[in-house]
């Protein structure tokens, strides 16, 4: 019978390890760039299954994908209430 005993130092730097608390809080990303990296507007046409579902006639809520041609599918969040 063996016993392995792990001490905070073993475990520096692993994904298991301590997690190191930053200005920002838990959960929050200490990077200030945007999400979207070397991106380009997209032509109107180039990617026909993306829907956008609007508010008010005008602003954007939530996004879909066409799933036929009379189905949109997207996140329960964006439908409820």
């Given amino acids: 019978e ?3 005993t792990n001490t905070q130092s073993d475990l520096e730097g692993r994904a298991f390890g301590r997690v190191p608390r930053g ?3 838990c959960g929050m990303s200490s990077k200030s760039r945007t999400r979207i990296v070397g991106g380009r507007p997209a032509d ?3 990617w026909p299954w993306m829907a956008a ?3 008010d ?3 954007q809520y939530c996004g879909g994908v066409l799933i036929t041609d009379r189905h949109v599918l997207t996140a329960a969040h964006c439908v409820q209430g």
Wanted: glycine content about 14%; hydrophobic content about 20%; charged content about 25%.
């Fill in 57 to 59: 006639g005008s602003v």
């Fill in 44 to 46: 109107p046409r180039e």
């Fill in 23 to 25: 200005p920002r809080g």
């Fill in 2 to 4: 063996s016993n392995t």
């Fill in 53 to 55: 579902l609007l508010r």
